[in-house]
């Protein structure tokens, strides 16, 4: 291949990329002045990750953590980036491969836009504009590159020029619109605007204070309250769910003798309850930290439901999330005296966007895959024989109760702290039963029971600490939980699927 042959391709390439990157920037623009929740990107990105299978999906938020969003979004730029190369390639030399190759692309955005929660006929707009501006494009491309090609040697020089200042031209205003789309995402701005101009009442029945012996502040354990910025985060959601307060309003549907909605401001005007409850996510392995306890103000959510009566027939509550998501819940869990709430406030804010602005759902003792529906908008009373949720639908069991665990905090795994007095901590949760010990084991020793801080309530985990005397040399340390009706931690290994993992977390030290 000669020098210009290869450049030719390379231009073809280049011209590819920029063509679809302009068709991609065209349809998050438009989507961005229409809506921010019609994105496409968005929505082939949440289609492909529906449609992954669970253990693919498992490994992957396990691989990239709580980055695994911007991982699987640069995964998906670098594959299409590939595939517009070889668009433009195709184009080039076996037309119209190249065309076809674009017109895919939108029809995949079509057809995933089609599947979201809110579609209308504005949600077509994107993809099809998408397609058009990338076809467009990428003939127009191909033209200047022919004519490069096929030039003379004394006129190659000016149309190599026009290549590169179209193909060149075109990437930069591929990069101005995709600016423009990410800056004009008006939606996301004013639910910050929305969020920071909601007053909170005082609760009517506020929280127990947290007891002054709850924290022991020692260094590397994780604190009893876990502020909101380090609260971790799953959901299935790609662009947080943008929902207007003023617009907001929860029906509950189904097995009830009257549908009733009621709207944020007069979910406020309630008398609402403040108390602390400990989240854990059931993809929590052992020892992990999908987990965190918050103080949430809400009003419960028996009340809600007593106001809609509740049929016999039911057994579960269904509730549906702003984009689509649901949980089944048993019914029991929300009428019960534990404190579910419709919750408005997490440690004494408005929910942060990505925890369920302005509502969501927190239930003591169940997993969020079950229970914890952010952004919630309805809450249908139904049957587990006659409903499924999100999860349940993946393999994951239809009641999650948060099994009873516990986890050493500090020191690290594989540290190597100095012979003598090592103080090792953690925390240890049986949410809604409550924790009677905490008890740890050095080597193939026997249990010694540790030290407990004073806990908030059942509904929350507490920290632990124990100082053990350890020679200099190799040593595992074991924790296990005791529950308040004596029953120990469950030891045998078992995954997170289907139910939430069990086993016991051990750590490694060089003691030196
Ligand atoms: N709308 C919506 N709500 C959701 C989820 C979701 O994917 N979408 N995930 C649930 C899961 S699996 C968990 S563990 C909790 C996590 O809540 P957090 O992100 O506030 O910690 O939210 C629950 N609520
Ligand atoms: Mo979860």
Known sequence: MNGTARNVTLWAAAAGVVAI??????GELSAALLSPSLSPVSAVGSVVIDAMPAPVKDWAIGLFGTAD??????????????????????????????VVIVSLFGAAGLAAVLTRAQMSVLSLVPPLLAAGVGILVLRAFRARILSWRDASPGEAGARRRDVLLTVGGGAAVGVAAGALAGASRAGQINT?????????????????????????????LDPVLTPAADFYRIDTALSVP????????????????????????????KPLQESHVTLACVSNEVGGSLIGNAKWLGWPVRNLLA???????????????????TASTPLEALTDSRDALLAVGMNGEPLP???GFPVRLVVPGLYGYVSATKWVTELKVTRFSDDAAYWTDRGWTERGPIKLSSRIDTPANGASPDAGAVTVAGMAWAQHTGIRGVQVRVDDGGWSDVRLASGISADTWLQWSAVLD???????????????????????????????????????????
């Open 470 to 512: 350890l020679a200099k040399g190799d040593h595992t340390v074991t924790v296990r939980a005791i529950d308040a009706n004596g029953r120990e931690q469950d030891e045998i290994v078992r995954p997170v699927v289907p139910d939430g993992a069990t086993g016991l977390h051990t750590i490694r030290l060089a003691v030196r």
């Open 192 to 220: 910050v605007a929305s969020r920071a101009g909601v007053v909170l009442p005082a609760a009517a029945l506020p929280a127990t204070p947290i007891p002054a012996g709850a924290e022991l502040g020692i260094s590397g």
């Open 242 to 269: 943008l929902v207007d307060p003023q617009q907001w309003s929860l029906k509950v549907t189904g097995l009830v003798d009257r549908e009733v909605e009621i709207t944020f401001a007069e979910l406020l005007a």
């Open 307 to 325: 106001a809609a009566g509740v049929r016999d027939a039911a057994d579960m509550v269904l509730s549906t999330s702003r984009d689509g998501w």
């Open 21 to 26: 990157g302009l068709a991609v920037a065209a």
């Open 69 to 98: 969003k911007a991982a699987f979004l640069v995964s998906m730029a670098a594959v299409i980036a590939v595939i517009a190369a070889a668009a433009g390639i195709l184009e080039l030399r076996r037309p119209p491969a190249g």
């Open 353 to 355: 966007l990505e925890h």
